[in-house]
Nanobody, 123 residues
Framework: QIELEESGGGSVQAGGSLRLACAASVYTPSRYHMAWFRQAAGKKREGVASIDSDGRPTYADSVKGRFTISQDNAKNTVYLQMNNLKPEDTAMYYC?????????????????WGQGTQVTVSS
């Protein structure tokens, strides 16, 4: 069992940056494959970035070159650095964890979810 708590959301202007953090409750988060998803109002939840237990990242095309996922196992935390933010990045961002599936951006592959943190980008 793993509990996840996101932080770092907020409101920024287009072109700005934010760093999201996802703190995991377990002692060995490196066993899990982690991901960030987002859900805009009226839209489906979509995968943004994932990182497997070996530290290999995967990104959605819409964020490649702008977002970076990383993990700090000593702090049981996964980060999402978001640069050059656009209004279309506005969404609730969720952290997710999976024991079994690597490098996935599919919602159904993740067993554990945080409550989300809101990101709002104004033009």
């Amino acid at each position: 069992q793993i509990e996840l708590e996101e932080s770092g959301g907020g409101s920024v202007q287009a072109g700005g940056s934010l760093r999201l953090a996802c703190a995991a409750s377990v002692y060995t988060p490196s066993r899990y494959h982690m991901a960030w998803f987002r859900q805009a109002a009226g839209k489906k939840r979509e995968g943004v970035a994932s990182i497997d237990s070996d530290g290999r990242p995967t990104y959605a095309d819409s964020v490649k070159g702008r977002f970076t996922i990383s993990q700090d196992n000593a702090k049981n935390t996964v980060y999402l650095q978001m640069n050059n933010l656009k209004p279309e990045d506005t969404a609730m961002y969720y952290c997710a964890a999976s024991l079994f599936v690597r490098c996935s951006l599919e919602r159904s592959d993740y067993n554990f979810w945080g409550q989300g943190t809101q990101v709002t980008v104004s033009s």
